[in-house]
């Protein structure tokens, strides 16, 4: 039997997206995909995927696998968004889809894991940039948190399960970071998409800076020796050594064990591209825009990442050699500095102001990147709690600039706490797990929504379904069976934050209909 639409909650929604005002159109829709992509994770992540693989084409086939994916999830969810253009987004497409608690368990999660620890991550390779500028900004400067060195206590973080918990000086740039944005975005959303539309030409205009100077002034033999010809294949049909968990075993793995493991940085830094979904009740033509931004944004910023990519192997070599004048050359991508693979390649082209000219754009790039993700972000707590499903006062909106400034309030002092609990490193593979099974999940439910609520309104359809879809689906599973397998110490702890949502969920929704039958 075929289960219709349902009418009268699509139109309760679409009542309450009359609170928002309508200030995205196509372009800043696009700018706040291609905005909440580009944070710091292209100018950082090669060196561990580089680390990884061990070889230039691996290291460039982690980024195209994380483009094929990234690009086919976009497409589809531009079916969703048109079908269901109200805030909240992906929150919205699970729970149509499998049911309010999927729904709940992915707002839970991207409150406390996906969308904050992002943030996070993000604020906490700003301050890292900063330190570029000022090296007493970093993250052996500690401020605050004890540990036990005989024979007295010092100032240093706690450990806790491979963690290092405790406030240094970086990461308290990261929490200054999320509070002067947080505060911002509460003075509404047009504020918020011309800050995001400045700080998003200014990071795209830096990419392609990289890659047009990269390519045209910064090839060197040396680099070109060691990464490309016969080099270039190298150890493609090798195994590879893989440590499981913390301090566990090295093990040997395949081609593709080693490119879902080297998946966690890639995907990490072309993830978000989906939070401008959570804003569609402030989108202008939203059946129109939302697919069409989801499209234009991934494309141009995965076309972007490939190509930085290959200007890293132009500029550094993979590995270190004994050639050369500079320590980049020395150390290559795999060595760079606190893996500032593109300060290392703009200061091998130009000296020393080429690191700093990068520092610079990479701390635009992650101010401009955690806008966007703040800005979106709230607006998913923000329709939770018009469900009934999460703090009452985060469902209410500014009086005057109607923006979610509760929602904004909560989601920043969760992410200051995050930002003391853990390195760059470690919260980036927490995020991934997370994030890859909500994608899982929700492109799944495009296929029980085909057979549910097949006379449902699309204005547009997933391009390549059911096959493209599918393929996304097998991939992403097998990506996240092997971080199970190899990433223990973080994916294990993440999957059970989703799963301690379960009995959170029935224990608000019972406290919704209880306050409803109060009401009646």
Same mark, same amino acid.
Request: proline share 4%.
């Given at each position: 039997m075929t289960v219709e639409a349902k009418p009268a909650l699509v139109t309760r929604e679409e009542v309450r997206d009359r609170e928002f005002v309508k200030g995205l159109g196509l372009t800043s829709s696009t700018m706040l995909v291609m905005g909440s992509m580009i944070g710091s994770g292209i100018f950082l992540v090669s060196a561990d995927i580089a680390r990884e693989t061990n070889s230039p084409a691996l290291l460039i086939a982690a980024w195209v696998v994380t483009g094929f994916l990234t690009i086919v999830a976009a497409l589809s969810y531009g079916e969703l968004a048109a079908m269901m253009p109200q805030a909240g987004g992906q929150y919205i497409y699970l729970r149509e889809a499998l049911g309010p608690l999927w729904g709940f368990l992915y707002g839970w999660t991207l409150f406390l894991v996906i969308q904050t620890g992002t943030i996070a991550a993000v604020g906490v390779a700003f301050g890292r940039f900063l330190g570029v500028f000022f090296p007493s900004v970093s993250s052996t400067h500690w401020i605050a948190g004890l540990h036990w060195t005989a024979p007295a206590f010092v100032i240093g973080p706690v450990r806790l399960g491979g963690m290092e918990v405790g406030l240094n000086t970086q990461n308290l740039m990261a929490i200054l970071l999320v509070v002067v944005l947080s505060v911002i975005n509460i003075f509404g959303i047009k504020l918020g998409a011309i800050i995001q539309d400045v700080f998003t030409f200014a990071k795209v205009s830096a990419l392609l800076g990289l890659v047009i100077f990269g390519l045209l002034k910064g090839r060197n033999a040396i680099a070109l020796a060691a990464n490309f010809g016969s080099n270039f294949w190298r150890n493609v049909h090798a195994l590879h050594p893989v440590q499981v968990g913390v301090g566990g075993p090295m093990v040997l793995v395949g081609t593709l064990t080693i490119l879902a493991v080297a998946q966690v940085g890639s995907l990490f830094s072309a993830d978000a591209w989906n939070n401008v979904t959570f804003t569609a009740g402030e989108v202008i033509n939203p059946k129109r825009n939302l697919p069409l931004s989801l499209a234009l944004g991934t494309g141009i910023v995965i076309a972007l990442y490939i190509a930085c990519n290959v200007v890293y192997l132009n500029v550094l070599p993979l590995q270190g050699v004994a050639q050369g004048s500079t320590i980049y050359l020395q150390n290559g991508i795999q060595h760079a500095t606190e893996d500032r693979v593109a300060t290392a390649a703009l200061s091998q082209m130009f000296g020393a102001i080429g690191g700093?000219?990068?520092?610079?754009?990479?701390?635009? =790039?992650?101010?401009?990147?955690?806008?966007?993700?703040?800005?979106?972000?709230?607006?998913?707590?923000?329709?939770?709690?018009?469900?009934?499903?999460?703090?009452?006062?985060?469902?209410?909106?500014?009086?005057?600039?109607?923006?979610?400034?509760?929602?904004?309030? !909560?989601?920043?002092?969760?992410? =200051?706490?995050?930002?003391?609990?853990?390195?760059?490193?470690?919260?980036?593979?927490?995020?991934?797990?997370?994030?890859?099974?909500?994608?899982?999940?929700? +492109?799944?439910? %495009?296929?029980?929504?085909?057979?549910?609520?097949?006379?449902?309104?699309?204005?547009?359809?997933? +391009?390549?379904?059911?096959?493209?879809?599918? !393929?996304?689906?097998?991939?992403? !599973?097998?990506?996240?069976? !092997?971080?199970? %397998?190899?990433?223990?110490?973080?994916?294990?702890?993440? %999957?059970?934050?989703?799963?301690?949502?379960?009995?959170?969920?029935y224990a608000w929704n019972s406290r919704r209909k209880t306050s409803e039958s109060s009401a009646a």
């Amino acid at each position: 039997m075929t289960v219709e639409a349902k009418p009268a909650l699509v139109t309760r929604e679409e009542v309450r997206d009359r609170e928002f005002v309508k200030g995205l159109g196509l372009t800043s829709s696009t700018m706040l995909v291609m905005g909440s992509m580009i944070g710091s994770g292209i100018f950082l992540v090669s060196a561990d995927i580089a680390r990884e693989t061990n070889s230039p084409a691996l290291l460039i086939a982690a980024w195209v696998v994380t483009g094929f994916l990234t690009i086919v999830a976009a497409l589809s969810y531009g079916e969703l968004a048109a079908m269901m253009p109200q805030a909240g987004g992906q929150y919205i497409y699970l729970r149509e889809a499998l049911g309010p608690l999927w729904g709940f368990l992915y707002g839970w999660t991207l409150f406390l894991v996906i969308q904050t620890g992002t943030i996070a991550a993000v604020g906490v390779a700003f301050g890292r940039f900063l330190g570029v500028f000022f090296p007493s900004v970093s993250s052996t400067h500690w401020i605050a948190g004890l540990h036990w060195t005989a024979p007295a206590f010092v100032i240093g973080p706690v450990r806790l399960g491979g963690m290092e918990v405790g406030l240094n000086t970086q990461n308290l740039m990261a929490i200054l970071l999320v509070v002067v944005l947080s505060v911002i975005n509460i003075f509404g959303i047009k504020l918020g998409a011309i800050i995001q539309d400045v700080f998003t030409f200014a990071k795209v205009s830096a990419l392609l800076g990289l890659v047009i100077f990269g390519l045209l002034k910064g090839r060197n033999a040396i680099a070109l020796a060691a990464n490309f010809g016969s080099n270039f294949w190298r150890n493609v049909h090798a195994l590879h050594p893989v440590q499981v968990g913390v301090g566990g075993p090295m093990v040997l793995v395949g081609t593709l064990t080693i490119l879902a493991v080297a998946q966690v940085g890639s995907l990490f830094s072309a993830d978000a591209w989906n939070n401008v979904t959570f804003t569609a009740g402030e989108v202008i033509n939203p059946k129109r825009n939302l697919p069409l931004s989801l499209a234009l944004g991934t494309g141009i910023v995965i076309a972007l990442y490939i190509a930085c990519n290959v200007v890293y192997l132009n500029v550094l070599p993979l590995q270190g050699v004994a050639q050369g004048s500079t320590i980049y050359l020395q150390n290559g991508i795999q060595h760079a500095t606190e893996d500032r693979v593109a300060t290392a390649a703009l200061s091998q082209m130009f000296g020393a102001i080429g690191g700093y000219l990068m520092a610079v754009a990479i701390m635009v =790039s992650s101010f401009g990147c955690n806008n966007g993700l703040i800005l979106s972000g709230a607006r998913v707590y923000y329709a939770m709690a018009k469900d009934g499903l999460f703090f009452r006062g985060a469902g209410k909106l500014h009086p005057t600039y109607k923006t979610p400034a509760a929602s904004l309030m !909560v989601q920043m002092a969760w992410i =200051s706490i995050l930002c003391v609990s853990g390195s760059y490193g470690q919260l980036l593979d927490y995020v991934v797990f997370a994030v890859l099974v909500f994608y899982i999940l929700t +492109i799944a439910g %495009l296929f029980i929504l085909r057979r549910t609520q097949p006379n449902a309104d699309r204005p547009y359809r997933a +391009i390549g379904y059911p096959v493209l879809p599918a !393929v996304y689906i097998v991939m992403a !599973v097998f990506i996240d069976i !092997v971080l199970l %397998l190899y990433k223990p110490q973080y994916t294990w702890p993440g %999957l059970i934050i989703v799963l301690l949502g379960i009995p959170v969920y029935y224990a608000w929704n019972s406290r919704r209909k209880t306050s409803e039958s109060s009401a009646a």
